[in-house]
């Protein structure tokens, strides 16, 4: 299987300041059609999972353009230029280049 | 609005068996890939299933291969888990999920609400 491993697994942040998270693959996520299937979900507490960036970059309808996408290959960044109160949660990268598509530990964000 | 209503979800014993359900309402139901994924209690998020719109074929992880069974009835836009021979390590928080237009499963965009299935004597 592939191993997502994310970095840090908790991430205090002050509100309006940016925050960055690391997502790596044990293996290269560009697959055969050559589409690179890198997600990231925003799960809050008592939610379930939210899609906020498909295919790397690409920013779902309604998430707000703070949010920001980017990598190739095994390396990943999901960055928040300026955190806001509602972002606290837990965010996941997961892959669906090989089955069975797997997730990151997931890192917590938090407001100092 | 697209959305997915989960259930089923129970108490159940070591060895015994649940079925879950997913009502989907809101988009074309047969035109797409579905899934579950689960989160064990404080825990990350795992896939346990998914199904493809076209030929119905499903997949498992070999954490449940051989007692997990998906399937989808694209006639009532349900999709169904039959799940046996539980496990302790089955207990979760059982998503739904509903594959996107472009890429599946691949990438999943919309997340039902979740029901709870325990296993435990």
């Known amino acids: 299987d592939v191993v997502m491993t994310q970095s840090p697994l908790s991430l205090p942040v002050t509100l309006g300041q940016p925050a960055s998270i690391s997502c790596r693959s044990s293996?290269?996520?560009?697959?055969?059609?050559?589409?690179?299937?890198l997600n990231w979900f925003q799960q809050r507490p008592g939610q379930s999972p939210r899609r906020l960036i498909y295919?790397?970059?690409n920013r779902d309808s309604g998430v707000p353009d703070r949010f920001s996408g980017s990598g190739s290959g095994t390396d990943f960044t999901l960055k928040i230029s300026r955190v806001e109160a509602e972002d606290v949660g837990v965010y996941y990268c997961m892959q669906g280049t090989q089955w069975p598509w797997t997730f990151g530990q997931g890192t917590k964000v938090e407001i100092k | 609005e697209v959305q997915l209503v989960e259930s089923g979800g129970n108490l159940v014993q070591p060895g015994g068996c649940l079925r879950l359900?997913?009502?989907?309402?809101?988009?074309?139901?047969?035109?797409?890939?579905m899934g579950w994924a689960r989160q064990a209690p404080g825990k990350g998020l795992e896939w346990v299933s998914v199904i493809n719109a076209g030929d119905g074929a499903a997949y498992y992880p070999d954490s449940v291969k051989g007692r997990f069974t998906l399937s989808r009835d694209n006639s009532k836009n349900t999709l169904s888990l039959q799940m046996n021979s539980l496990r302790a390590e089955d207990t979760a928080v059982y998503y739904c999920?509903?594959?996107?237009?472009?890429?599946?499963?691949?990438?999943?965009?919309?997340w039902g609400q979740g029901t709870m299935v325990t296993v435990s004597s």
């Open positions: 999920a509903k594959g996107s237009a472009t890429g599946g499963t691949r990438e999943p965009d919309i």
């Open positions: 295919k790397v970059s």
């Open positions: 359900s997913c009502a989907a309402s809101g988009f074309t139901f047969r035109n797409h890939a």
């Open positions: 293996q290269s996520l560009v697959n055969s059609d050559g589409n690179t299937y």
